[in-house]
């Protein structure tokens, strides 16, 4: 997308009961990010507090995306978090977290560079520093065939019913 400005770092982490970081660990990881960002530090969720009209939907969606695209970095556990960071070609560090379902996802699209996983907070430095200057675009046309085949199971068990 042309004409993005993208400016300091998002954190977008988990604060329900599977929240997997712990008060001390969340202050290391704000230390690292101040060496690297000064104040240019943000916090989101990617919760809402309250229904969202279906009219409102794709605007309220539009959006949170916008937020992400903002961002020079995005440091996250949630899943969502990973998924809008990939699509909108920001760079992310993915915190590791008690679902294994954001690894799981991120199997999916590890190949793509400016996405990390971090199994240790004491790695976002560096992981950081690893991650290529963009800009990133999102390539998922190596998944479209799992995509087709995905699809023809669906609609086999649609037809079934």
């Known amino acids: 997308m042309a004409g993005i400005y993208r400016k300091g770092c998002m954190i977008c982490l ?3 009961r599977e929240k997997t970081i712990t008060e001390a660990q969340q202050e290391h990881l704000q230390e690292q990010l101040l060496r690297l960002f000064g104040s240019d530090i943000r916090w ?3 919760n809402i507090d309250k229904s969202v009209p279906v009219s409102f939907r794709t605007t309220a969606l539009e959006e949170k995306l916008n937020e992400f695209r903002s961002a020079e970095l ?5 899943l969502h978090g990973m998924i809008f960071a990939a699509i909108t070609g920001t760079s992310c560090i993915v915190i590791n977290s008690k679902s294994s379902k954001v690894r799981g996802c ?9 996405i990390r996983f971090a199994d ?3 790695q976002i430095e560096d992981l950081y520093r690893q991650i290529p200057s963009g800009p990133h675009r999102y390539d998922n046309s190596h998944l479209l065939p ?3 085949e995905l699809k023809k199971l669906i ?3 649609v037809r079934r019913s």
């Open 14 to 16: 988990r604060r329900d």
């Open 44 to 46: 989101s969720d990617m």
């Open 74 to 78: 995005v440091v996250t556990d949630r």
């Open 106 to 114: 991120y199997e999916w699209i590890k190949d793509l560079d400016y």
């Open 120 to 122: 240790d907070i004491e």
């Open 146 to 148: 799992y995509y087709e």
């Open 155 to 157: 609609l086999e068990t």
